[in-house]
């Protein structure tokens, strides 16, 4: 099994909208995806940025082509994907260009948190947000969420 995007770290993001990759998640990613890796970077809240390793996003949408064309729930998700979307390619020292709508709408400018994601393929995605808005959006886990989780056996 290939190893997989896990923790989180703080990350600067430039006035330009570009930041640095963590050095612990550019090293797996060099390992996993090679040098110039695509990644389709979005949204579906407007909050926080995704960035999906090419593979891992079109595997999304192949589950979501499972659904007709009329689905409003893949309607509204192709339509919010697309808004804040865009494909990148991470450059030689990692660093990563977020699109300008999803930047301001995300509030993405001076301290991110960039957190390590599990996904369908490996290895999984990223989520990048304004470290303060993530602390204080940061809810505490719940009986609910231990019992959840405890129906799977963790």
């Not at 995806?33 to 389709?40: H, I, V």
């Not at 865009?86 to 990563?96: C, E, F, H, S």
Request: glycine share 8%.
């Amino acid at each position: 099994m290939a190893d997989v995007f896990r923790g989180s770290s703080l990350a600067s993001i430039e006035d330009t909208g570009r930041f640095k990759l963590p050095g612990a998640f550019k090293d797996l990613i060099d390992a996993e995806l090679g040098e110039g890796a695509k990644f389709f970077i979005t949204s579906i809240d407007g909050k926080r940025a995704q960035l999906f390793p090419i593979k891992e996003w079109e595997q999304r949408e192949a589950t979501l082509a499972t659904l007709p064309l009329s689905s409003p729930v893949r309607v509204k998700f192709q339509q919010l994907a697309a808004y804040y979307g865009a494909l990148v390619t991470m450059d030689k020292q990692g660093r990563i260009q977020l699109p300008p709508v999803l930047r301001s709408a995300a509030n993405l400018k001076g301290e991110a948190v960039v957190l390590g994601m599990a996904g369908k393929l490996e290895p999984g995605y990223l989520e990048v947000m304004n470290h303060e808005m993530f602390k204080q959006e940061m809810k505490p886990f719940t009986e609910e969420d231990q019992a959840a989780l405890a129906a799977l056996g963790l």
